[in-house]
């Protein structure tokens, strides 16, 4: 029977290859969480994120009624307050969204939906992470993810899509996550 040969400060060679390979599959994991379950990374959140100074004074234009002529974005959870500097999300880690979108005159082109988080001249795409969540019905179309991550902090996000005439609906919302 061989022995793997130690000294009194090495491991074996196996333990050693193991240990490279719990942390390699570890790393990877996380990784492929983070991206998964959260709507930004840390390193996302910390740029996106808004000071309490420059929150008070960051706004967001008011909605504007739903047409015929586009489609309609309803926030359904988590909810949305007017306030004087727009509308605000108020919304806890991890949360719930649910997100209706209606179809007006024309069906909706599910390819130009986007999401996004954006703070003075940064703006971060979401997209590919909500797409999972996003289902098209005869209506429309929902976006229903349950118990999504996002850091805590103050952040301005976005949501917009087309119909098949390009008839575009775009909302930014002010986002509070306690």
Not at 15 to 37: K, N, P
Not at 54 to 70: A, N, Q, Y
Not at 159 to 170: A, F, H, L
């Amino acid at each position: 029977m061989l022995i793997p040969r130690t000294t009194e400060n090495s491991m074996p060679r196996s333990i050693t290859y193991l240990l490279i390979i719990l942390v390699v599959c570890g790393m990877f994991l996380t990784s492929a969480y983070s991206e998964s379950d959260h709507l930004f990374t840390e390193d996302e959140a910390k740029q996106l994120r808004y000071s309490d100074k420059d929150w008070g004074k960051e706004t967001v234009p008011k909605h504007k009624p739903d047409t015929l002529d586009r489609p309609s974005i309803i926030f359904e959870e988590p909810d949305v307050v007017d306030t004087d500097k727009g509308p605000t999300i108020i919304a806890v880690d991890p949360t719930n969204v649910f997100i209706v979108i209606k179809q007006n005159d024309s069906p909706l082109d599910p390819g130009t939906l986007k999401v996004w988080g954006e703070k003075f001249f940064v703006h971060i795409d979401v997209t590919d992470r909500v797409l999972k969540y996003f289902k098209t019905n005869k209506e429309g179309a929902i976006l229903h993810a349950k118990g999504i991550h996002i850091p805590k902090g103050h952040y301005k996000v976005g949501v917009s899509i087309k119909d098949v005439n390009g008839n575009k609906m775009e909302k930014k919302y002010r986002l509070k996550v306690e």
